[in-house]
């Protein structure tokens, strides 16, 4: 699944896809395939994707074969994953594993009533504070996964058995040995952010009747102006942990009515 449908950009047409890849991967003894004499990193391809506005979007398309080399480095604990992305307490795109859509993972569907949440945060309170992280994948430090995913590898001695360790490693070989930025597109590059921003949403104390976050787009509700300005010195703080910021742009505190 994750080969079959979440390595290539949704975006992509349906002309192109991966599936031929993965059922070789399938045929094939896990060792033969993952072992075979590749360069010990690579370059990913990147698509420009065009919209309406005139802007375009990177979309990134690693080496298939390092991108099946971090999905077995993922498969080898799906429970620490998934759990780890499941923390947040207010998070609606908090991942989902189904083999019946066309992705391999997406935002699990009981928590994409995306007004409804909006309106919940907004009924009790008279300041919103909405925030943005600043170009969030092509920002993520590599290392800050493996501290979302395994704590103990901020602590000497390195522990490079940990899960965080290898997938960490698995990462940067898919973008040329360098340890800034997720690839936007392939599944596994969402899986990995909502692990590092659920950490960052457990700090918040926050519930779902005060906060709402689709990906890395944040709102959270208070009665004051004071306590939307102390939320927001926290987690610019919060994000700085994890070597992130917050978009000064997308970011304010509005009045409601």
Excluded at 110 to 117: E, G, T
Excluded at 128 to 149: E, F, G, N, R, T
Excluded at 179 to 184: F, T
Excluded at 209 to 221: K, N
Aim: net charge positive; charged share 25%; with cysteine.
């Amino acid at each position: 699944n994750l080969l079959a449908k979440g390595y290539l950009p949704k975006e992509l047409p349906p002309g192109f896809t991966s599936t031929p890849f993965a059922e070789f991967v399938v045929r094939t003894s896990s060792r033969s395939v993952l072992g075979v004499q590749t360069p010990k990193f690579s370059e990913p391809v990147e698509h420009r994707l065009f919209r309406a506005s005139g802007k375009s979007r990177p979309l990134g398309i690693p080496n298939p074969f390092h991108y099946a080399q971090l999905a077995k480095a993922c498969r080898a604990d799906w429970s620490q994953l998934i759990g780890t992305a499941s923390r947040s307490p207010f998070a609606s795109s908090s991942p989902f594993l189904t083999e019946a859509k066309e992705r391999a993972i997406s935002p699990n569907p009981r928590n994409v009533n995306l007004q409804a949440r909006k309106i919940r945060v907004r009924a009790s309170c008279r300041y919103l504070l909405q925030a943005d992280v600043k170009a969030y994948y092509p920002s993520v430090y590599s290392h800050a996964i493996s501290w979302a995913l395994s704590p103990r590898t901020r602590l000497p001695p390195f522990r490079f058995r940990l899960l965080g360790n290898r997938i960490d490693e698995a990462v940067i070989r898919c973008q040329g040995k360098r340890s800034i930025g997720l690839q936007v597109g392939p599944d596994l590059s969402f899986l990995l952010g909502e692990c590092l921003l659920a950490r960052v949403d457990e700090s918040l104390g926050c519930d779902s009747d005060q906060a709402f976050r689709w990906f890395d787009d944040y709102e959270l509700g208070f009665s004051t102006l004071e306590e939307a300005e102390a939320m927001e010195a926290l987690l610019s703080r919060e994000l700085s942990k994890f070597r992130l910021q917050l978009s000064d742009e997308k970011s304010r505190i509005i009045e409601l009515p």
